[in-house]
């Protein structure tokens, strides 16, 4: 993707995919494609071999188990042969009718098959993660602008070097089946397979976590999760026991104020900055070492839902974020981030600007130490098979390479223990490096033998050091030969004690650092959602000692809070901090490149048709993907090229579009009946269908851009919405599609939500 200008370089990738040929069908054109050819009318029954996997999608690379290249086509991982066959490739005349003792006879214990069948279909789930179980993936590469070559010798951060990696999104509280929309911490791990080793930097969409102690990692989660005796709610925070830990755990206050904030909702994998929430230590090729914290910067911004979209999502689609990704990455509008790195020296105390490093609770302000990046990662393929790659993916905080090492953070310590010891239960034993998505691109001799789905063929007699039998082999390597050296740090000596340092215990000053940074539009939406989730609760205890958490944060957050709840606001416990805001954090009040942005294009056969189809060839020249919403499936047709309609009324929704677009007011469909479709039933009058008129409003309400020409003007009086409202472009023609695109830079019409707090 061009640097200069990234929406017109994937223009012509995603033109290929959208235009497409509207005589194929009503859905031809669309990313989202279930196959890579279109299937006949009826079954086929010459045999022929499997498909091969559609443009978008790629699997893990074609190395062995112990990281030797194969030099195999990653399409021959998969199944092959045009006969059905049994696992052992005995083909198979049928797998419709169990082998019985006559038609309507016992069945018979000897059919191999019909056993095999079921054995394999009992056993095809394996268990979920405990954390981080709904999640998405994509494979891409990341390339080193060698900027980090100062602090680190790791190879893959040298200048030009490209690396593959495999990046997996995901919520942290939901089962596999939960929604992607839910007001949760975004997991965003990546997987680098450098030339040294595989490098896993394993983060999440906040910089902070909820406690600074891994020993009390069982207790958030087991608060957060749905109650033990109903199981819900389910992937929510909004409940009593997560509100009653957090408030009596209060180092959990930075990190829960940042998921009531927008970041807890985002539009977006593509519009959500990553952080690697701890600090660690890079070591350069002279042995100085240099402390870091590692950011993820995405190219189109950072963006979030409105809480309404987000619950309406979590019903209509509750794939939203998933779909989201695939769909882009189809389209060519690849996502693309900048990995950058907070730097500070490393002291003794571990401390920067009186801030404790080794606390996962606390952030270092980007005005106090700037990002610098040091690299660029795209994401350009799909998984060509979701549970082998994206379910079955290992993460791990301890898979480091030379030049990248752990601090003494508690959280982080637990971590490398905890993420090694759960894929022994989920992935069925130690082996699950050994898993193709897990495979290492570097040579591996580790003297690791047998146990559970064991793939390699290991061979000599004496996989034990020191040896004589095996020639000696596997040597030792040295710092010269790419070892991994621990850094020889200087560990404190003292007596064992369970307790945390004195600077652990500042649990409020920079909850009040990220409040006062927040824009008023985001402190409205801080207090709704404070409001909505204690709203849910049911003890009142709760929710008087969380206010008396609020209460040190802010004054006027704790007094809107209390009013929502009907209750008195109490005064802060101790003095409120006094900080300076940090700008950075606000995601409001820049704007932003709309590649692969969804604009819906409202219309009917009525209206004119060409100026739908300029209207859709103006959106993909904009580096976006246009949708036409229509009455009915099929196409409009008229003098020229008909349109395909991509959405009907009955299937479009306003939140699964960035923007708007109205050609003309069109009229009823023919299943605009309550009985037929409950959205339709609006007694009100109106001068177009009153689905269209719920589009509208929707959009509306949630700030998107709105642009309307062709008699539209009608449509938008009937919803109450005016020329000159913010977000809002009425015109003759489509001249004011060049406005709308503007408006979406900024994500939304922000002027539309005035802030009274």
Not at 502 to 512: K, L, M, T, V, W
Not at 563 to 571: I, M, R, T, V
Not at 663 to 678: E, L, Q, Y
Request: charged letters at 20%; glycine letters at 8%.
């Amino acid at each position: 993707m061009s640097e200069k200008n990234p929406a017109k370089a994937v223009v012509d990738k995603i033109a290929d995919v959208v235009r497409g040929d509207p005589a194929e069908g009503p859905e031809e054109g669309v990313p989202g494609k279930p196959g890579s050819a279109s299937p006949q009318l009826v079954e086929p029954t010459t045999p022929a071999e499997p498909l091969p996997p559609k443009a978008d999608q790629s699997g893990p690379e074609t190395v062995g188990p112990t990281g030797q290249p194969t030099g195999a086509d990653r399409a021959r991982m998969a199944q092959s042969g045009a006969y059905l066959t049994t696992a052992q490739g005995v083909r198979l005349a049928d797998t419709d009718h169990s082998l019985k003792a006559g038609p309507r006879g016992p069945v018979l214990l000897q059919d191999h098959h019909l056993r095999e069948k079921l054995m394999h279909f009992d056993h095809e789930r394996i268990p979920e993660r405990v954390v981080h179980a709904r999640g998405a993936a994509a494979h891409g590469v990341f390339q080193s602008y060698g900027t980090a070559e100062s602090v680190t010798k790791a190879a893959f951060l040298a200048r030009d070097v490209e690396t593959p990696v495999f990046v997996r999104f995901s919520t942290v509280l939901g089962s596999r089946g939960s929604a992607d929309t839910v007001r949760d911490t975004r997991g965003f791990a990546t997987k680098f397979y450098t030339e040294e080793g595989v490098y896993d930097l394993v983060g999440n969409n906040i910089p902070v976590f909820f406690i600074q102690d891994a020993i009390k990692f069982p207790d958030i989660i087991h608060a957060g999760k749905p109650h033990p005796d109903r199981e819900i709610p389910q992937a929510q925070s909004a409940h009593d026991t997560f509100w009653d830990f957090v408030s009596l755990h209060t180092e959990a206050t930075h990190h829960t104020l940042w998921n009531m904030s927008d970041r807890g909702i985002p539009r977006s994998y593509r519009m959500m900055e990553g952080f690697g929430v701890h600090t660690f230590r890079l070591v350069n090729a002279e042995g100085a070492t240099t402390l870091v914290k590692f950011h993820w910067k995405p190219k189109l911004g950072v963006h979030s839902l409105v809480w309404e979209e987000a619950q309406i999502l979590a019903g209509v689609d509750p794939d939203f974020h998933r779909r989201d990704l695939f769909d882009a990455i189809e389209a060519g509008a690849f996502p693309q981030w900048e990995l950058g790195i907070q730097a500070f020296p490393d002291t003794e105390d571990q401390t920067f600007e009186g801030i404790d490093l080794l606390d996962a609770t606390k952030l270092v302000p980007e005005e106090l130490a700037p990002v610098q990046p040091i690299g660029l990662l795209t994401l350009n393929a799909n998984p060509s098979n979701f549970f082998a790659e994206v379910e079955q993916v290992a993460f791990h905080t301890g898979h480091l390479v030379p030049g990248i090492d752990a601090t003494d953070d508690p959280l982080l310590a637990g971590r490398n223990f905890s993420y090694l010891d759960t894929q022994l239960t989920r992935l069925g034993g130690p082996n699950f490096p050994q898993l193709p998505i897990n495979r290492t691109h570097a040579p591996v001799n580790d003297m690791l033998r047998d146990g559970f789905h064991q793939t390699a063929v290991h061979r000599g007699a004496a996989p034990y050091k020191p040896n004589s039998l095996d020639g000696g082999c596997p040597f030792f390597a040295g710092a010269d030969t790419g070892a991994f050296i621990d850094v020889p740090v200087v560990v404190p000596t003292g007596r064992k004690v369970r307790e945390a340092p004195a600077s652990f215990g500042d649990h409020f000053s920079q909850p009040r650092l990220f409040w006062q940074s927040m824009t008023p539009t985001e402190r409205e939406h801080i207090i709704a959602a404070y409001t909505f989730e204690l709203g849910k609760c049911y003890e009142q205890a709760v929710k008087e000692r969380t206010l008396a958490v609020l209460a040190n944060i802010d004054g006027e957050l704790c007094a809107q809070v209390a009013a929502g709840l009907g209750l008195s606001a109490p005064a802060p416990t101790e003095p409120l901090a006094d900080v300076r805001p940090s700008p950075a954090l606000s995601q409001i009040g820049r704007t932003w490149p709309v590649d692969g942005r969804v604009v819906g294009i409202v219309t009917d056969p009525a209206a004119d048709v060409a100026a739908v189809r300029a209207a859709r060839e103006a959106v993909l020249d904009a580096g976006m993907v246009p949708l036409v919403v229509a009455p009915s499936g099929g196409v409009l047709r008229s003098d020229g090229d008909p349109v395909t309609v991509q959405r009907t009324f009955a299937t479009a929704r306003s939140v699964e579009f960035d923007a708007l677009a109205f050609v003309g007011s069109p009229g009823a469909g023919a299943d605009a009946f309550g009985a037929r479709d409950a959205k339709a039933a609006d007694p009100r009058p109106a001068p177009s269908d009153p689905r269209v008129l719920a589009l509208l409003t929707e959009a509306y309400r949630h700030g998107k851009a709105l642009a309307g020409w062709g008699g539209a003007e009608a449509l938008f009086e009937a919803a109450g919405i005016s020329a000159d409202e913010p977000g809002v472009v009425l015109s003759e023609a489509a001249e004011g599609l060049p406005q709308l695109i503007e408006l979406l830079a900024a994500h939304r019409a922000w002027d539309r939500f005035p802030a009274t707090a």
